[in-house]
């Protein structure tokens, strides 16, 4: 069987597939854009940067855009997955290895050691990568560039190109297709272009990316945050306000009505990246029962951490005294515990049934985010927060969270753990979407009758992780709370059985145990036991 | 404890020790001869087509049988005893069983064509076939070209099979138009012009007459009948449907004809044996079903079926509505009720038909000529709600209501571009010009 996976560490691929010469052209085009970058890392002295710098992301948009013209203009629309788990690079191969290490490293210099990509210290100019980005900062905002605004740019080239590959891979589909338009509109404008001109108007603004929600954005309720946009007049007001009601009010509106889908595959950075740039990778999320145990262990715990830990960091420059503020700590942290018990209660109420076993993990982790809190404050000071100090605590978050998981484990894994994980594992954002999706929300995949013949496409192209087949098969609609709604899994079915669709509460949940198609005396017997 | 033996896991079996299991305490065996575990065979062409791993083909994952005490044996039976409850294993090897449900599906059919067995020649139904076309066909290299003969199902699936690996093919269909034996006329037209539109090389009434061999009894050539043509080729498909494989039975009493003879509770002759899904035969066909259906839910509706019938809920296979799904190439089809084909329809069945201007979407609906009944409608491109239609053909719907409320079945993704205005323009057209 070919359907190995190829650890040879040969170049020359043994399998059928084969790229084109005009793909192979594309493919030196990007690399030698990416050489650009790779010369400017290693600091070589590039006469003119904003020369060199355009001709690089113009060679790798290029190239990726080329490559994909060929691979799928030359065909038929439809769906064409084939040889996906022969190339070494969808497969855990040598290359899928290769990538993975080389996109790590990336990472951990971009968050640790920034210094290594040429970001200057103390005002000196830039050398490096970094300092090859500055004509484009500069063209922006005005300013020099960091390693975040090179990262930024690299980030919004990555979904706009291979944006561009996903649309002419699914170009039979217009959901695949409107949805990724979506995608890249949002990183260009809201995540790369607005903050920057945001900077311009205005540069003692934080930075924020207007689409970014709590707790995705944890650091929005930071007193550095808060400060720099009290500072800031109307319009910083307006954001926080903007920021508290998207997290409160906005998003569990909106995922009532379509499901976390609106967030997660139409909006979310993170989320575009997986579906662009990560598309070649969905397949290798893992299946098994286990992983999804894992699955829900790790991101809620991930979600306990992240509202212990904004609560604390907004504890922390909170004063004692009420003659100064009316929002002091006793209050604040008494409008939390009553904030979170009414939700609590409010879920056990009215869907405890419904979630079965896990009611007892929701009590739990209820349970563990009071007693925190309330251990906190018993044992805060105005110092330290849990015997830490607040700052360091800021920090733990930012690094464990904001940038391992995230970053390094979610996407520099990709081509190991598929697309997804940092959504599946890792994101409080996707828990908390969930976490509505599940208990209240008009998404479901249906499922269509009887026709489900447990081929397995819709399991495989799942990057989150559903074994989307267990409830094809069964005839059941789908309602996971880890389901992003990309629509790949009814795409790829090659007989049309799911439909993501946006319905009335009733029926949603349809457990049957006899598929449609069978006689009814039958289905009547088993469905009234 | 009474032990129930089934041999053969594929849906049928599978099915049937799944609901035996959520029933009852049974013990309950499956043997195969062909893998260790149930995986699904309707997936096995994406495996050659490398969008999934054979892995991932298997919809329960290994320790699901240990857990749900559902003992799994490889061997190969080789007799049956019906008299003392045995089986024999080629192995040489014996097993009691207190019931015994037969469901070893299909095998491709041959029609004792010259060269048939060379090596290169096979059909594509079991995981052993997959295999042998890795070796004879990994790449166009090694098979320079391919040949299909049979123009149904499994032929178009091996040849979107081999396309993928850029192999050419040639498609060898003896009638005078693909699959006309079971789609009407304009839907039979439009998949022969999406086959060739993927440079496919159908051959419409066109038969083999034999194959001929290399010195190393491999594959070389084929010989077309009608022209006496020689088309060299490594391989060759052959996939004129499929029949029950029950070769195994001949000695036992078991009543068998083309397949087991089952009643309608899925009883053969001889008592506690039972036969479910592709080798089941019904002494009649229910309605306007063949007594053989060689389909994946009809065996998974026998296992359901059956597993009442063990666990002491005697029950008759009652199928519903009539209903099926494929894909030809980029395609997909559906159908629900009845429309039949080019060849067979009826004379009271009357068709409407419909198709976009950019050939790769159309629907029939079938009616009755003198009562305007539904019968039944096959949907090319277009996604199409089960349960509506199941819904409508119990209520005896008739065709201007089927047409007028087209939108309420429809089951495609969000924002995909809907026809059903296009369709009942044409319908009012159409019945005004008549």
Not at chain 1, 217 to 237: A, P, R
Not at chain 2, 391 to 417: C, G, H, S
């Amino acid at each position: 069987m070919s359907n190995k996976i190829n650890h040879s560490m040969s170049l020359a691929s043994p399998d059928a597939f084969h790229i084109s010469t005009k793909q192979k052209v594309a493919l030196g085009i990007g690399l030698v854009g990416l050489l650009i970058l790779a010369l400017a890392l290693f600091n070589v002295h590039l006469p003119n940067t904003g020369l060199f710098l355009t001709l690089s992301l113009v060679m790798i948009g290029a190239g990726v855009v080329i490559y994909s013209r060929e691979a799928y203009l030359t065909k038929l629309e439809g769906i064409k997955n084939d040889g996906t788990w022969f190339k070494s690079i969808s497969s855990r191969g040598f290359w899928g290895w290769a990538l993975g290490v080389i996109l790590t490293s990336f990472y951990i210099v971009l968050y640790f050691y920034p210094q290594y990509l040429g970001l200057a210290k103390d005002g000196a100019p830039n050398t490096g990568l970094v300092g090859l980005f500055d004509p484009l900062s500069n063209l922006l905002s005005g300013r020099n560039a960091s390693q975040w605004f090179v990262y930024g740019s690299l980030y919004t080239i990555a979904i706009l190109a291979f944006g561009y590959k996903f649309i002419l891979k699914y170009r039979h589909n217009r959901y695949q297709q409107i949805r990724t338009m979506s995608v890249m509109f949002f990183q260009l404008g809201f995540a790369f272009l607005i903050p920057e001109f945001m900077y311009v108007m205005n540069n003692d603004l934080p930075y924020y990316d207007l689409k970014s929600v709590w707790p995705l954005n944890y650091y929005i309720f930071d007193e550095w945050s808060v400060k720099g946009f009290l500072s800031n007049g109307n319009l910083g007001l307006a954001l926080i306000v903007f920021g508290i009601v998207s997290t409160f009010l906005i998003t569990p509106i909106l995922t009532y009505k379509y499901g976390k889908r609106w967030y997660c595959s139409w909006v979310c950075g993170c989320g575009g990246l997986a579906e662009t740039a990560g598309d070649s990778f969905r397949q290798l999320s893992s299946k098994k029962l286990s992983a999804w145990k894992l699955e829900r262990w790790l991101i809620h715990t991930v979600l306990v951490f992240s509202v212990v830990m904004t609560t604390a960091m907004v504890y922390s420059y909170l004063g004692k005294d009420s003659n100064n503020f009316w929002l002091t700590r006793d209050v604040f942290i008494t409008a939390v515990i009553v904030f979170l018990t009414i939700i609590f209660a409010g879920v056990m109420y009215f869907r405890g049934k419904e979630l079965g076993k896990d009611a007892k993990a929701g009590a739990i982790g209820y349970g563990v985010v009071i007693a925190l809190l309330l251990f906190m404050h018993f044992t805060a000071t105005t110092e330290n927060l849990f015997f830490i100090k607040g700052g360091t605590l800021r920090s733990i978050y930012g690094i464990y969270i904001g940038s391992i998981f995230s970053g390094v484990i979610g996407t520099g894994f990709y081509p190991i753990l598929g697309s997804r994980s940092w959504c599946r594992f890792g994101c409080p954002m996707a828990a908390i979407l969930g976490f509505q999706q599940r208990l209240f929300s008009k998404f479901r995949i249906t499922t269509n009758g009887g026709q489900c013949i447990s081929c397995g496409n819709c399991s495989n192209s799942c990057e989150m992780g559903i074994d989307v087949r267990a409830y094809a098969q069964k005839g059941e609609n789908i309602v996971r709370s880890s389901c992003v709604g990309c629509g790949v899994c009814s795409a790829v079915c090659p007989r049309g059985v799911l439909k993501l669709e946006n319905d009335t509460m009733d029926g949603r949940i349809n457990p049957t145990e006899i598929l449609l198609g069978n006689d009814v005396d039958l289905m009547d017997f088993v469905n009234k036991k | 404890m009474e032990h129930i033996v089934i041999i053969g896991n594929g849906i049928s079996g599978v099915t049937l020790a799944r609901h035996v299991r959520k029933l009852s305490d049974k013990k309950i065996t499956i043997i195969s001869a062909e893998t260790d575990y149930f995986f699904s065979r309707t997936a096995l062409m994406y495996v050659y087509m490398g969008h999934m791993k054979f892995e991932h083909t298997q919809p329960y994952e290994n320790w699901f049988w240990e857990k749900n005490r559902i003992e799994l044996k490889k061997g190969y039976v080789d007799t049956i005893d019906t008299d003392n409850k045995t089986l024999f294993f080629a192995e040489g090897d014996q097993m009691q069983y207190d019931k015994l449900v037969i469901a070893t599906g299909s095998k491709p059919n041959k029609f004792g064509w010259p060269g048939q067995d060379l090596i290169g020649a096979q059909g594509l139904y079991s995981k052993q076939d997959l295999d042998n076309m890795e070796v004879v066909a990994p790449n166009n290299k090694v098979c320079k070209r391919a040949v299909i003969v049979g123009g149904g199902l499994i032929g178009i699936e091996l040849a979107e099979m081999l396309n993928s690996r850029e192999i050419p093919v040639t498609f060898l269909v003896r009638e005078d138009s693909f699959w006309n034996g079971v789609l009407p006329k304009g839907e039979s037209r439009m998949i022969n012009r999406h086959i060739k539109n993927h440079h496919i090389d159908l051959r419409l009434n066109t038969n083999l007459k034999a194959i001929n061999s290399d010195e190393n009894g491999k594959v070389k050539s084929v010989i077309i009948e009608e022209t006496g043509e020689e088309l060299e080729c490594n391989f060759v498909g052959l996939t004129a449907g499929v029949s029950p494989n029950i070769s195994f039975l001949k000695d036992s009493k078991i009543d068998t004809k083309r397949g087991v003879l089952v009643n309608r509770y899925l009883e053969t002759n001889i008592k506690d044996v039972y036969a479910i899904g592709d080798c089941a035969e019904q002494h009649e066909g229910i309605g306007n079903r063949r007594p053989i259906e060689a389909v994946w839910y009809t065996g998974r509706m026998m296992g359901e079926t059956l597993a009442q019938t063990i666990c002491d809920n005697p029950l008759e296979y009652k199928p519903g509505h009539w209903f099926n799904s494929a894909k030809f190439l980029d395609i997909e089809y559906q159908t629900y009720g009845w429309v039949f084909g080019e060849r067979g329809q009826p004379d009271y069945e009357k068709h409407f038909h419909w198709k976009h201007d950019d050939d790769t979407k159309c629907i029939t609906v079938a009616y009755h000529k003198d009562t305007n009944a539904f019968l039944g409608i096959n949907t090319f491109g277009i996604r199409m709600r089960h349960e509506t239609f199941d819904k409508w053909l119990t209520e005896n719907r008739d065709v201007d209501f089927v047409i007028n409320n087209l939108k309420e079945a429809n089951f495609d993704p969000e924002f995909y571009k809907h026809f059903e205005k296009e369709i009942l323009a044409t319908y009012n057209n159409q019945l005004q010009t008549v």
